[in-house]
């Protein structure tokens, strides 16, 4: 069983999509948004949740095989103001950094949107290469496993330098080649699922919308554990 520490935790979507392996388990959580650390302590009650992610000593933390995490995309995302990496909010992947290099997991299992390809990948895999990991990374959509929406995120996966995982990339681009030969464009806002996300002025509502359109897709993080587990 691989322990796991989960960064920029939400509301578990990494956890989830990992522990449905039967292969990993969470040892921690760390999530400032208290919305989330609510959603958190009803999910995984036994599983301890540090809050703001500057503020942990590492030092103290215990040690896992896995740790993952989406760090902040605010000021990645074409959607924002284009900060980038350097900014306010995403500028707290030195902070993930930092947790890798005090922590030196087996895997490093990373998530952002997809415009980090152009908004700092490069920055993010020079750090990973100066603490002596490779990574292989991919862009992947939430309907390349089946979900009726397009939500493109790259997807990395590091290790210790000469450890690959040679399947990841190759299935990882026959499983998104099949899933547009079966969703066209045309078809990708029509099949958006009816979630509703408008707020209604409700702050517990408010408060979960953002929760759900920040969180991973659990399917392609179990997928990724899968590969982990087969090396």
Not at 18 to 23: A, I, K, S, V, Y
Not at 51 to 78: H, M
Not at 219 to 225: F, K, N, R, T
């Amino acid at each position: 069983m691989l322990r796991v520490g989960d960064l920029f935790s939400g509301i578990g979507g990494f956890s989830l999509g990992l522990e449905r392996t039967g292969g990993f388990k969470t040892q921690w959580f760390v999530e400032i948004d208290p919305y989330c650390q609510r959603v958190l302590r009803k999910h995984w009650p036994a599983v301890p949740c540090y809050g703001d992610i500057q503020t942990v000593d590492w030092a103290t933390v215990e040690t896992v095989d896995v740790l993952c995490g989406g760090f902040p995309c605010q000021d990645i995302s074409l959607a924002g103001k284009g900060a980038g990496i350097a900014g306010a909010r995403s500028g707290l992947w030195s902070e993930y950094v930092n947790a890798i290099q005090a922590l030196r997991p087996r895997y490093v299992l990373i998530e952002n949107v997809s415009a980090l390809r152009a908004r700092g990948l490069d920055q993010v895999l020079g750090a990973l290469a100066t603490l002596g990991y490779d990574a292989e990374w991919h862009c992947v959509p939430a309907y390349a496993v089946g979900a009726p929406h397009r939500r493109d995120r790259v997807w990395i996966v590091a290790y210790p330098a000469g450890q690959g995982l040679q399947r990841y990339g190759a299935e990882c681009e026959l499983g998104e080649g099949q899933s547009q030969m079966q969703i066209s464009r045309s078809a990708w806002w029509s099949c958006e699922p009816g979630v509703q996300r408008v707020a209604d002025g409700v702050p517990r509502r408010v408060d979960r919308l953002r929760a759900i359109g920040n969180a991973v897709v659990p399917q392609i993080v179990a997928q990724l554990g899968r590969y982990i587990l087969a090396k």
